[in-house]
């Protein structure tokens, strides 16, 4: 099975258009955007794992509608805090 180093991949997948295209592949790999095997101190990506991240970077995924945003209710006790301050 052929592996390949960041810096292979990272010349694949980035070109010349980023400043440091193997601290942002290894950023994506931390954070689970794409998927590779640690081999001793060193990150390597199969032939699959190169196709799964080019179908995640041809597919981004959605950007969620507006949620919400979560009210927060005061304690009773804060409350009880802010009447006795009103008095």
Known sequence: MKTFSLDEVAEFLCGDSMK???RWLTRQITAGRF??????RQWRMTQADLDAALEVMANPAPIPAAVEPVTHRPSKASMRRRLAVAQ
Do not use: D, F, I
Not at 35 to 40: C, E, F, I, P, S
């Open 20 to 22: 440091e295209p193997t």
């Open 35 to 40: 998927t590779a095997r640690k081999v001793g």
